[in-house]
């Protein structure tokens, strides 16, 4: 049995579960996963945000397939978040800023995914710098921060949602959550999990409902078997259960 906090006033397992909705990690190329792309507009579907990631990043130039998919989402009132990755704190301020140009000017993204973000506390002044940045760049940006643990608590307050968990499914059930994010809102944090089995899909649902997740994804599909490359690859397509998924979780998050 994963281990839990207790669910507080803000933490409610109904509360929390008309809520819940899908965060996109980011599919392939539209020309590889069309269908992907075009599920993601079915109506009633509970999609809080998508990533757009071209080419580990905004691409070398505009790309009409990932424009036409990204204005397709956005015609759905679905926000779409262009993929900046800081490379654990590494990665050159320009670099950053000058990809974050490219996302607005070519795709108009609503926001941004900073994947792979630092977790600790020194790294907090570089972020709080490349937020403030991308903000003024685009007033109302919707920014996700996308460590996949729990870092320290002043990185929830640069970003309007954090990636708390992103891993197997076989870390996810034994999982726990920090007693710091018993303060805050569902919709400050999200799961993104791979390897969930379908006889398994509803003790994943509780449990991002008990651990105060207000939104998920969770697929079957499973990461590389030698670890070593093509990490992203479980989210690249439509997890098997997709249309269980979905009728799961779309009649309480009609938004």
């Not at 069309?34 to 990533?51: C, F, M, N, Q, S």
Request: overall charge neutral.
């Amino acid at each position: 049995m994963s281990h839990l906090i207790p669910a507080g006033p803000s933490q409610d397992a109904q509360a929390t579960a008309d809520r819940l909705g899908f965060g996109v990690p980011g599919y392939a190329h539209p020309l590889v996963a069309p269908t992907e792309w075009a599920e993601l507009t079915r109506p009633g579907t509970p999609l809080h945000w998508a990533v757009l990631n071209v080419s580990r990043g905004p691409g070398t130039s505009r790309d009409p397939h990932c424009l036409t998919a990204a204005s397709r989402l956005r015609a759905t009132g679905v926000r779409v978040l262009g993929h900046l990755d800081l490379r654990c704190g590494t990665r050159p301020f320009g670099e950053l800023i000058s990809d974050a140009n490219h996302f607005l000017d070519w795709y108009q993204v609503d926001g941004f995914c900073l994947d792979r973000c630092p977790v600790d506390r020194p790294g907090l002044p570089d972020v709080r710098r490349t937020v403030a940045t991308l903000r003024a760049l685009l007033g109302g940006a919707y920014l996700v921060l996308g460590q996949g643990i729990h870092p320290h608590e002043g990185y929830l307050e640069l970003a309007d949602q954090l990636v708390t968990f992103r891993g197997s499914w076989a870390d996810y059930r034994w999982s726990q959550v920090a007693e710091w994010t018993a303060g805050y809102p569902p919709e400050r944090f999200c799961h993104q999990v791979h390897g969930v089995p379908r006889r398994h899909l509803e003790e994943a649902l509780r449990i991002a409902r008990w651990q105060g997740a207000g939104t998920i994804y969770f697929t079957d599909r499973t990461a590389h078997p030698e670890g070593r490359t093509c990490a992203d690859s479980p989210w690249k397509a439509l997890p098997g259960y997709w249309d269980e998924i979905v009728s799961r979780l779309g009649p309480r998050v009609m938004e």
